[in-house]
C-alpha cells in the first residue's frame, strides 16, 4: 500500500512539473505568426533575402489539467537563414500549425521583409503578419 501511494505521489510531481515547465516555456516566447508588439512596424523592417530553410517535425508530451490526462502534440520546429546585406541571421521556431512550417512560397532565393531586435527576428508574411522567429547564437 504505502509503495503504490509512493509511486501515485512521484508520477502526479512528475506530471506538475510537465506542466509548469510546458506553461513557463510558451509564456515566455512570442507565438510564431502573431503580430509583434511593435507598433511602428512597416517603417523597421529591412530587405532580405531567404537562403536556406529547415524544417522537421517532432513532438511533445502535454499533461491536461483540466482531465488529468496526457495528450501527445505534434510540432514542427523551422530554422530560417536570411541574409540582410552582408550578414546572415538565422532564427528558429517551433509551431502546430502546418501551414506555417514553413509557410508556403517560402524558398531559397526568395526576397523577404525582416526586422531583427531583441534576440528576435521577425519576418513579414504574405497576409502582413509577422512570423517571430528566435535568433540562433
Not at 506553461?23 to 533575402?49: F, H, I
Not at 482531465?67 to 546572415?88: A, D, G, H, P
Amino acid at each position: 500500500m504505502r509503495s503504490s501511494l509512493s509511486c501515485w505521489l512521484f508520477s502526479s510531481f512528475l506530471m506538475l512539473l510537465l506542466f509548469t515547465l510546458s506553461a513557463t516555456s510558451m509564456t515566455d516566447q512570442v507565438r510564431p505568426g502573431t503580430p509583434s508588439n511593435n507598433q511602428n512596424s512597416a517603417s523597421n523592417y529591412e530587405a532580405g533575402t531567404i537562403i536556406a530553410i529547415q524544417s522537421h517535425q517532432t513532438g511533445k508530451a502535454v499533461y491536461q489539467l483540466h482531465n488529468s490526462s496526457m495528450q501527445w502534440v505534434t510540432q514542427f520546429v523551422v530554422r530560417v537563414s536570411v541574409q540582410v546585406k552582408n550578414t546572415v541571421y538565422t532564427g528558429e521556431y517551433t509551431t502546430q500549425d502546418q501551414s506555417l512550417a514553413p509557410p508556403h512560397g517560402w524558398e531559397n532565393n526568395r526576397p523577404i521583409e525582416v526586422k531583427i531586435g531583441r534576440g528576435k527576428m521577425f519576418l513579414r508574411l504574405a497576409a502582413g503578419d509577422e512570423l517571430v522567429a528566435d535568433l540562433s547564437r
